[in-house]
């Protein structure tokens, strides 16, 4: 039925253009409809036409790097369900990101099973989403452009969303300040990486769910290298390979017990008994990793937390936020945790 009732008032101009030269009453003009751009991307390419105003963001991933490039976004679907109908309030109900949303913003849903009822009803000019199957991308560009975003590719992501929408100065200023922030963060860091080099990353659910923090983290791994730290690795695993999220189960953590800090990423998809705030996130994604690690045994003997060196991040930041407004947000929670009595 979507398809019939989106039909022709889909994506009109930039995928029907006739080549006739005069313009119908009320259509878009001349210059609007020949400034396209064509983006490239996994599930093939899309064409966007104009300066699209009316955008929807599916996933935090999409929100952040539409904020990144000063887009406030008309709709969002996010991770987590948190909070049940439209975003009236958005600074207190988007976790990290809802401050810098200056208009309510509508829900459409959960990012991986967005309503194409709630986004026809914006009547979007651009789609940006993540984590998109083809017949999602299907049923999404019958309604508007649409524009696939990678979870693990922030500067590629903010490059093409940039050209999607005519930003690309924009999008270069934004990647070098990014550069500058981390440079700084080096610095700041220096003695503390000098007496503590090697770091022990893990995500978790809980402590039967966790994985290495490699390269299958993106941002999460990326920062934490790049401010001067070395990752501990299983033996035998090549730390290197940028496809591999290994699991490793709570008796295999003696194993890799060099490691000077450990720093848990921290994360929750199970839905809150009451409705949450901006305020109590932190503690509806890390409460139980903490309480968990805080009473195993294992956990508990690794040199890093008989030091009082185990910090607890929400994935949320890095992973749902992976470019210029996340890494931000990573660098001052780590500075936070690391080196509190830094200025």
């Known amino acids: 039925m979507l398809a019939i009732f989106v039909g022709a008032a889909a994506i009109s101009a930039c995928q029907n253009l006739s080549g006739d030269s005069a313009a119908e009453p009320g259509s878009a003009p001349s210059s609007e409809l020949t400034d396209c751009r064509t983006v490239q991307h996994e599930m093939g390419e899309t064409e966007i036409c104009g300066q699209p105003q ?3 963001a599916i996933g935090p991933v999409a929100l952040e790097t539409s904020l990144a490039l000063d887009i ?25 990101v809802g401050d810098l949303i ?60 940039a050209r999607a929408v005519g930003l690309t100065e924009q999008a270069k200023q934004t990647l070098n300040e990014t550069e500058q922030n981390i440079a700084s963060a080096r610095r700041d860091f220096e003695p503390f990486v ?4 090697k770091v022990l990353l893990l995500s978790a659910f809980d402590l039967q ?16 290298e790049e401010i001067g730290f070395q990752l501990v690795a299983l033996p035998g695993f090549d730390n290197s390979d940028a496809d591999l999220q290994v699991p490793i189960s709570l008796e295999a953590l003696p194993e890799l017990n060099e490691a000077d800090l450990v720093i848990m990423l921290g994360a929750n998809f199970n839905p809150p008994e009451q409705p949450k705030d901006i305020e109590s996130f932190e503690d509806y994604q890390l409460a139980d990793i903490k309480k968990s690690w805080q009473e195993n045994a294992i956990a508990q003997s690794l040199n890093a937390s008989q030091a009082g060196r185990v910090y607890f991040i ?30």
Do not use: W
Not at 127 to 141: M, V, W
Not at 194 to 197: E, L, T, Y
Not at 213 to 223: D, F
């Open 54 to 56: 009316q955008i929807v």
């Open 209 to 224: 769910t966790m994985f290495l923090g490699n390269s299958a983290h993106g941002t999460c791994r990326s920062i934490v």
């Open 102 to 161: 200056t208009s309510p913003i509508s829900n459409v849903g959960l990012s991986n099973s967005p309503s194409p009822e709630a986004i026809l009803k914006l009547q979007p000019e651009l789609i940006l989403a993540e984590r998109l199957d083809p017949g999602q991308y299907n049923t999404l560009s019958e309604i508007a452009p649409t524009l696939p975003l990678e979870l693990a590719e922030s500067e590629a992501n903010l490059v093409a969303v």
């Open 194 to 197: 000098k007496n503590n080099p």
């Open 72 to 96: 406030q976004p008309v709709g969002f679907a996010d991770h987590f369900p948190i909070h049940k109908g439209n975003y009236d309030k958005p600074s207190q109900q988007i976790p990290y």
């Open 314 to 343: 929400p994935a949320y930041v890095c992973l749902g936020l992976p470019g210029p407004i996340g890494t931000e947000l990573y660098l001052e929670e780590l500075k936070q945790q690391l080196l509190p009595d830094a200025p």
